[in-house]
């Protein structure tokens, strides 16, 4: 079954989901400064073991962001096109539901934040 929703609804909820990958971009910029000091205090095995594991998470994590905001972007041109084509009454107009973008990013954000909560339990833990 196809769910439609509203243009300007979708387009709002694209902008809002970008700005939510930009958050979570400078955020994992920020937990990767982090780490690096973590890395330069503590140089035993067992902490250079978890600090490497945090390091490829937060690499895993931001390819997730990447291909999330190109998947974003490329509905939004969807959008754009639709609009293009036929621009009278767009505001009424409904198009299929981005469920594949919305699915992704609830995905996202749970993996997300128990990373982030292992990393603060990880980070207290040498700090």
């Known amino acids: 079954m196809e769910t439609r929703e509203n243009i300007y609804t979708q387009h709002a909820e694209n902008a809002d ?5 930009a958050f979570y971009k400078e955020e994992i ?3 990767k400064e982090l780490l690096a ?4 205090k503590n140089t035993s095995q067992e902490t ?3 600090v490497e594991h945090f390091q490829n998470q937060f690499i895993v994590q931001r390819n997730n962001l990447d291909e999330l905001a190109h998947n974003i972007k490329m509905h ?4 754009e096109q639709e609009i293009d084509l036929n621009p ?3 505001d009424h107009r409904k198009m299929e539901y981005h469920q594949a973008e919305k699915e992704f ?8 934040n128990t990373l982030r909560q292992e990393f603060k339990t990880f980070a207290a ?3």
């Open 17 to 21: 989901w970008m700005n939510r990958l």
């Open 29 to 31: 910029t920020i937990l």
């Open 37 to 40: 000091e973590i890395a330069q």
């Open 48 to 50: 250079l073991k978890t």
């Open 76 to 79: 939004e041109h969807k959008l």
């Open 88 to 90: 009278v009454a767009v």
């Open 105 to 112: 990013i609830d995905y996202f954000e749970a993996n997300f």
């Open 125 to 127: 833990q040498w700090m």
